[in-house]
């Protein structure tokens, strides 16, 4: 699948929101890249929307929804996060038409497991990039970053996580772990193949500081 990801804003004088907490910039920027990552490591072809600059907001806004529209991109998301007096908190995402709400259901339903409050799926008829994209789009408002509450819930890749998932199905497989070198693991392996002390399937050992089965055994 194709994917549009339009960080939020980022292109000043298209600017987003500011508290004690955070810059509306930063986190949308910090969000939207990795998803971007782990999409494209999911074997999604995910296309950054945002622009690198812009003469003013409408034209921000224009060229996020002709970069979506001219790449032909099966779901543009928009990644936001919300402001208000301090005492809103949640997670919104706005959506327009039916196919839109179907995208918008899980990637709702994975963010407010982390403990967000849900503020539902709503209408986005009045949003610029929703009505403009040829394509299902949605918007999702991640959290209040002027909410002390949602602030210390919210965590980077635990919000990336639950977007991928909620867009994906799935997140990619972790990368696998390998265990450090040991300067007397790497001694003994030298040690045992000088004495032709072979392994439990009578081969040399490998020679790489690693105490695994081969050499255990």
């Known amino acids: ?3 549009g990801i339009d960080k939020g804003h980022n292109a000043p004088p298209d600017t987003g929101a500011v508290s004690k907490f955070g810059r509306e910039d930063d986190l949308t920027r910090a969000v939207g890249a990795q998803v971007i990552d782990k999409l494209r490591a999911l074997g999604h072809t995910a296309i950054d929307c945002t622009p690198s600059s812009a003469s003013g907001v409408l034209d921000s806004l224009y060229q996020r929804v002709q970069a979506a529209n001219s790449a032909r991109v099966d779901v543009y998301v928009s990644i936001h996060f919300n402001a208000f007096n301090g005492n809103a908190k949640g997670t919104e995402i706005f959506a327009i038409s039916a196919a839109a709400r179907r995208i918008a259901e899980p990637v ?7 403990g967000f409050t849900n503020r539902r799926v709503k209408d986005g008829s ?3 990039v929703l009505r403009n994209t040829a394509m299902p789009a949605i918007l999702v408002e991640c959290c ?6 949602d602030m210390q819930r919210y965590d980077t890749a635990t919000m990336v996580n639950a977007i991928v998932k909620g867009l994906a199905g799935k997140l990619p497989d972790p990368p696998p772990t390998v265990k450090p070198t040991d300067d007397n693991v790497l001694k003994l392996q030298k040690s045992l193949n000088r004495l032709q ?9 490998k020679e790489d500081g690693i105490s695994g089965p081969a050499t255990e055994s």
Do not use: C, G, P, W
Request: net charge negative; hydrophobic share 50%.
């Open 197 to 205: 002390i072979r392994d439990a399937n009578n081969q040399v050992l």
């Open 108 to 114: 709702l339903t994975s963010i407010v497991s982390l």
């Open 126 to 128: 009045h949003l610029y």
């Open 1 to 3: 699948m194709k994917f």
């Open 144 to 149: 209040f970053l002027d909410s002390a509450e």
